[in-house]
């Protein structure tokens, strides 16, 4: 997650950076949303005002 808050990229550059397939990046991404919005449950929202 911390790539992606920094702006490194989408998921094919964040696989190449991290040696692994797009699709992890994309599962290890949607996994981390998810709990987010169960951590944050009303204020989900603050996610896209960060734009995180």
């Known amino acids: ?4 808050i920094f ?7 964040i696989a190449i950076r991290l040696q692994i397939s797009p699709h992890t ?3 290890a991404k949607k996994n981390a ?3 987010l919005k169960k951590i ?3 204020n989900y ?7 995180i």
């Open 7 to 13: 702006g490194i990229g989408k998921n094919p550059q």
């Open 40 to 42: 944050l449950k009303d």
């Open 45 to 51: 929202y603050l996610l896209f005002l960060f734009n």
């Open 33 to 35: 949303y998810r709990k």
């Open 1 to 4: 997650m911390e790539i992606v």
């Open 25 to 27: 990046v994309h599962s």
